[in-house]
């Protein structure tokens, strides 16, 4: 739908033959880069990274905010500048208008700064809404009752700043911990994404006669990586583009409704840190708004949340593209070309993205471990601390955009059968997350820290 601009550009996920002509490809540069160079100007003495870790602290009188921006207004500029040039090169290279894109992000980037304020106030924080969800909340007030003009659909890059984001988290979640976790995250995951895609597929099929194709494209995006799951496997498919348009609004609704219900939910059933990040991760459909969702519980449900939803659901857009598009060749469309999908078209399909958050894990990892413990607090304090920080507005980003870009009317003109198709797996997927993440095997994510 053209509420959601974005997506517009279609293919996001595939491989291609340029390695600079996809935002997954950017997403890792940008994110592998952002954990080199701040690997560099630590072994080199410079505080620049800690300087552009820009977090406003709790306030319950403005003149806290007053003070803070006094003195960090140069890390502030700092911190633009540097989202801009990076952001900038990457959009001029993907064939996006550079004249529009500049303002459009500026103007970004300040509706982040008034966001994360408004996030750090104690009452915000006592409603827990933290600053991606500040920036969800506003972004969506804005976005349907104050005109937006169409040059700034440029700068609203929402995949592009959460696979950015997600590459970065990469770098403050250890390699030893996802080799530790990560088989139980893709056995959970398996088991909620299989159930939930055939819920999906069959409720649009059987019960509410929709087409084949627009059910697997629904099916893709509740079962597996929200949005990109459904521009991907509805490509693979060949199903219509009003229909993946569909599918993605539907990700946008319950992915809103999902980032403030779980964490009530947690809250009010006592669910610890752990278990309840790992529930997000299973039953969320957006790593945007997973993320934001399990930031207003800790760093520990931010952990088990991305082994859940980055390392179990995300890994799998690949191989369901490659199954589903052998499928709709051989079962769903009449060739006389005799044309086969190849085993080529996992990787063509699969999230980069997900090869860049292992590749800064691994790289982060390592330094860590041929370092002293005085250094490596230092690792801590100098690189992983700030790049937790710059992915934090990497996802404020996100948000806005999500925001910005949902248009109510238009969601509600979706129709009531695609809509009670996929509601119909959520029904599924968020009582099968809770009995796997916290009765099942709550005891084992509790213990990852």
């Given at each position: 739908m053209s509420n959601i601009p974005n997506v517009k550009t279609t293919p996001t996920l595939g491989g291609g033959s340029g390695l600079f002509k996809k935002e997954d490809y950017w997403a890792v540069w940008i994110g592998l880069g952002t954990v080199i160079l701040a690997i560099i100007l630590?072994?080199?003495?410079?505080?620049?990274?800690?300087?552009?870790?820009?977090?406003?602290?709790?306030?319950?009188?403005?003149?806290?905010v007053s003070a803070y921006l006094g003195t960090h207004l140069g890390g502030i500029i700092g911190l633009w500048f540097c989202f801009l040039i990076v952001f900038s090169v990457a959009?001029?290279?993907?064939?996006?208008?550079?004249?529009?894109?500049?303002?459009?992000?500026?103007?970004?980037?300040?509706?982040?700064?008034?966001?994360?304020?408004?996030?750090?106030?104690?009452?915000?924080?006592?409603?827990?809404?933290?600053?991606?969800?500040?920036?969800?909340?506003?972004?969506?007030?804005?976005?349907?009752?104050?005109?937006?003009?169409?040059?700034?659909d440029t700068a609203f890059r929402t995949e592009f700043y959460v696979k950015t984001g997600i590459v970065l988290m990469g770098a403050t979640l250890p390699f030893t911990l996802i080799?530790?976790?990560?088989?139980?995250?893709?056995?959970?995951?398996?088991?909620?994404?299989?159930?939930?895609?055939?819920?999906?597929?069959?409720?649009?099929?059987?019960?509410?006669?929709?087409?084949?194709?627009?059910?697997?494209?629904?099916?893709?995006?509740?079962?597996?990586?929200?949005v990109s799951a459904a521009i991907a496997i509805g490509g693979s498919v060949k199903a219509e583009k009003n229909?993946?348009?569909?599918?993605?609004?539907?990700?946008?609704?319950?992915?809103?409704?999902?980032?403030?219900?779980?964490?009530?939910?947690?809250?009010?059933?006592?669910?610890?840190p752990g278990p309840g990040g790992a529930w997000i991760g299973t039953s969320e459909f957006a790593d945007a708004a997973g993320i934001a969702a399990a930031a207003s519980i800790n760093e520990q449900a931010i952990k088990t949340f991305t082994l859940m939803k980055v390392v179990g659901r995300d890994m799998f857009v690949g191989i369901w593209c490659f199954i589903m598009a052998m499928i709709s060749v051989t079962k769903w469309e009449k060739r006389d070309d005799g044309t086969k999908p190849s085993g080529k078209e996992i990787w063509v399909r699969f999230p980069k993205f997900v090869l860049g958050f292992f590749a800064a894990s691994i790289i982060v990892t390592l330094l860590l471990a041929f370092v002293d413990a005085p250094t490596a607090k230092s690792v801590k304090a100098s690189i992983i601390a700030p790049i937790s920080m710059i992915r934090l507005w990497a996802f404020i980003f996100?948000?806005?955009?999500?925001?910005?870009?949902?248009?109510?009317?238009?969601?509600?003109?979706?129709?009531?059968?695609?809509f009670a198709a996929f509601t119909t797996g959520v029904l599924v997927n968020v009582p099968l997350g809770y009995i796997l993440s916290v009765i099942v095997l709550g005891g084992y994510w509790e213990m990852v820290k």
């Amino acid at each position: 739908m053209s509420n959601i601009p974005n997506v517009k550009t279609t293919p996001t996920l595939g491989g291609g033959s340029g390695l600079f002509k996809k935002e997954d490809y950017w997403a890792v540069w940008i994110g592998l880069g952002t954990v080199i160079l701040a690997i560099i100007l630590w072994a080199a003495g410079s505080k620049v990274m800690p300087s552009l870790a820009i977090s406003f602290p709790a306030w319950d009188n403005f003149a806290k905010v007053s003070a803070y921006l006094g003195t960090h207004l140069g890390g502030i500029i700092g911190l633009w500048f540097c989202f801009l040039i990076v952001f900038s090169v990457a959009v001029k290279i993907l064939g996006h208008d550079l004249k529009a894109f500049v303002p459009g992000f500026t103007i970004l980037f300040i509706l982040g700064v008034l966001v994360s304020i408004l996030g750090a106030s104690t009452t915000a924080k006592k409603w827990s809404l933290e600053a991606p969800l500040m920036a969800l909340l506003v972004g969506l007030i804005i976005g349907n009752f104050v005109p937006i003009p169409k040059w700034l659909d440029t700068a609203f890059r929402t995949e592009f700043y959460v696979k950015t984001g997600i590459v970065l988290m990469g770098a403050t979640l250890p390699f030893t911990l996802i080799l530790q976790s990560g088989p139980m995250a893709f056995l959970q995951a398996t088991i909620v994404a299989v159930s939930t895609f055939l819920t999906i597929y069959w409720a649009g099929t059987r019960l509410f006669g929709l087409d084949k194709r627009f059910s697997t494209a629904l099916a893709a995006g509740g079962s597996i990586c929200g949005v990109s799951a459904a521009i991907a496997i509805g490509g693979s498919v060949k199903a219509e583009k009003n229909h993946v348009s569909v599918a993605i609004s539907l990700v946008v609704v319950w992915a809103v409704i999902m980032v403030f219900l779980l964490p009530i939910l947690i809250k009010v059933l006592h669910i610890a840190p752990g278990p309840g990040g790992a529930w997000i991760g299973t039953s969320e459909f957006a790593d945007a708004a997973g993320i934001a969702a399990a930031a207003s519980i800790n760093e520990q449900a931010i952990k088990t949340f991305t082994l859940m939803k980055v390392v179990g659901r995300d890994m799998f857009v690949g191989i369901w593209c490659f199954i589903m598009a052998m499928i709709s060749v051989t079962k769903w469309e009449k060739r006389d070309d005799g044309t086969k999908p190849s085993g080529k078209e996992i990787w063509v399909r699969f999230p980069k993205f997900v090869l860049g958050f292992f590749a800064a894990s691994i790289i982060v990892t390592l330094l860590l471990a041929f370092v002293d413990a005085p250094t490596a607090k230092s690792v801590k304090a100098s690189i992983i601390a700030p790049i937790s920080m710059i992915r934090l507005w990497a996802f404020i980003f996100t948000f806005l955009c999500i925001g910005l870009t949902t248009r109510f009317k238009d969601l509600a003109a979706v129709g009531w059968r695609p809509f009670a198709a996929f509601t119909t797996g959520v029904l599924v997927n968020v009582p099968l997350g809770y009995i796997l993440s916290v009765i099942v095997l709550g005891g084992y994510w509790e213990m990852v820290k």
